[in-house]
């Protein structure tokens, strides 16, 4: 069963800093992986999609990576914006539709 | 622009009742999922569709039902509400065509049992 673990569970950050958001998997056969934005009270947004093949992916001050040997992908925001507060998840599928695992999420305070 | 909405948004029951979730998309996407979000869980996926007439169960599906009669939505029916099934659910999307599997979600539906 993929397992998916994200760390730091919560990050406070002043705004402009770089930083970093990691996301861990147990099974590396994945199909593609997905990072979402959640804002409080609403759905899920999605930001960046990596499909297996790839290794980034970069959207604005977006970028995801992925390394699948090693069951890691990582999102990288940069210039950090009090709008970029919120909860971001990571979701490894592993093909199949069905088939996709969420992470419980790191939630993200951007201080102004 | 396309868009997939819930209703109701938020909704309050008693144990026992039956209540119905709906969601509605204008994607055009085969594809739907119904998933709860409860506090330490994570999503979970509770039912899917991969097109009309074609339901599926998933992880966590004992006590929910869905039904797809056309391409645009998947309403789900929990028969005999449990405070257990207080939660948040969130209904998704994704098209067969694309084959990136990028999901789309709605914007959720709270529901608490009494």
């Known amino acids: 069963k993929q397992e998916v673990t994200q760390i730091p569970a919560a990050l406070s950050v002043p705004e402009g800093e770089n930083l970093v958001l990691n996301c861990s998997f147990t099974?590396?056969?994945?199909?593609?992986l997905q990072w979402f934005r959640q804002d409080p009270g609403k759905g899920l947004t999605s930001l960046l999609l990596i499909q297996s093949s790839q290794r980034e992916q970069t959207s604005g001050r977006l970028n995801a990576s992925l390394d699948k040997s090693s069951g890691r992908s990582t999102l990288y925001i940069a210039a950090s914006q009090p709008g970029d507060s919120a909860t971001y998840l990571c979701a490894p599928s592993r093909g199949g539709y069905q088939k996709v695992t969420f992470g419980t999420g790191t939630k993200l305070q951007v201080i102004p | 622009d396309a868009e997939i909405t819930q209703s109701p948004r938020h909704k309050i029951t008693e144990t026992g009742r039956q209540v119905t979730l709906a969601c509605h998309q204008t994607w055009n996407h085969n594809n739907m999922f119904w998933y709860r979000q409860d506090l330490g869980h994570g999503l979970r996926l509770i039912h899917y569709s991969y097109g009309v007439q074609d339901t599926n169960k998933g992880e966590v599906s004992d006590g929910y039902s869905v039904s797809r009669s056309n391409t645009e939505d998947l309403p789900l029916t929990l028969e005999s509400a449990a405070s257990s099934q207080t939660s948040v659910y969130f209904c998704a999307s994704s098209s067969r065509h694309t084959n990136t599997g990028e999901l789309f979600f709605g914007e959720g539906s709270r529901l608490t049992v009494l």
């Open positions: 099974d590396s056969a994945i199909y593609n």
